[in-house]
């Protein structure tokens, strides 16, 4: 906790080093995965709310509800909604793995950049609560980072390999199609975002 109250000032400045290409950015892809037919999206350990914030932008017509464990970060957050003047992001400070949500609430969950920090154990139990709280024909975007080929993105990857904890070296040489079988979810699409891969998913 303490950790994140340190980053919620500098968050942006780090993923945004990272997410410069507008039509590869992760976080235009996944609001891009979101049709109309979409009303209601939960975006789970949302930090600053950089993907609630763009799905809000885009889909004026959908209420984003955006949780996070640091009051700190949401504090962040809802100082960047309210200067980009949107009415469709609500906030609360939640434990994603014990979400005071109830059955079957959202169309889409949202979990970006998340499930790598923690401990299997943690993992699980954020899937677990993300299929109770998803409709059964709902959608569960999940970004993650991926190795990039080239030289020079190799390089500027390495400062994720560097600084990223443990867990992060597990999850990234994990078969993903078992990982998410094993929650509860199929692969149905995956795209290729800037450092990162875009899994849509729906439950089994």
Known sequence: MMLYRF???????????YFKNNDTNPRNIVANLITDKDKSVLDLCAGTCQNSIKIAE???????????CSDKMLTVAERKIKKNQLTNIETRVMDAT????????????VISLVLHEMSEGLQGAILKETNRVLKNNGKLMVVEWSR????????KFSLIDLIESDNYMIFMKQDMKEYFNKAGFVIENVLAGDYTKVYQLKKL
């Open 148 to 155: 990039p080929i080239t030289f020079g993105k190799k390089i």
């Open 98 to 109: 014990n979400l005071d949500i109830k059955d079957k609430s959202f169309d889409v969950v």
């Open 58 to 68: 885009v889909h004026k017509h959908i209420k984003v509800t955006a949780i996070d």
């Open 7 to 17: 980053l919620a000032g500098f968050y942006d400045i780090g993923t945004g080093i």
